[in-house]
């Protein structure tokens, strides 16, 4: 049984940096991409950041393309979200996901997702 557990989320002002980290468990976690997408209220789901299984590739967002990196750590069964130059508008509550098929291809197809962790930034 896949579980992911997000961690990381809190309450910061603009202009600040958070990084979100992403616990995965129940299977081997270096064979599957993972990735990152934020909801906020009112709003529809987005996509927010990926990263393939061996982290030798990314993909980001326009909106946060430059002040977010994603990158993962297939010893300790973690992948993470480093967040720089935060805006309001970056207030969401963001998941991790994991896809269903091992060494899946971009674009990929998230079947896995955490309970998500709070992102607040205040103006």
């Known amino acids: 049984q896949v579980q992911l557990v997000e961690s990381g989320g809190g309450l910061v002002q603009a202009g600040d940096s958070l990084r979100l980290s992403c616990a995965a468990s129940?299977?081997?976690?270096?064979?599957?991409?993972m990735g990152w997408f934020r909801q906020a209220p009112g709003k529809e789901r987005q996509f927010v950041a990926a990263?393939?299984?061996?982290?030798?590739?990314?993909y980001y967002a326009d909106s946060v393309k430059g002040r977010f990196t994603i990158s993962r750590d297939n010893a300790k069964n973690m992948v993470y979200l480093q967040m720089n130059s935060l805006k309001p508008e970056d207030t969401a509550v963001y998941y991790c996901?994991?896809?269903?098929?091992?060494?899946?291809?971009?674009?990929?197809?998230?079947?896995?997702w955490g309970q998500g962790t709070q992102v607040t930034v205040s103006s």
């Open positions: 996901a994991t896809t269903l098929v091992r060494f899946s291809r971009w674009p990929y197809e998230f079947d896995y």
């Open positions: 990263i393939n299984w061996s982290g030798g590739s990314t």
């Open positions: 129940g299977r081997t976690f270096s064979a599957y991409p």
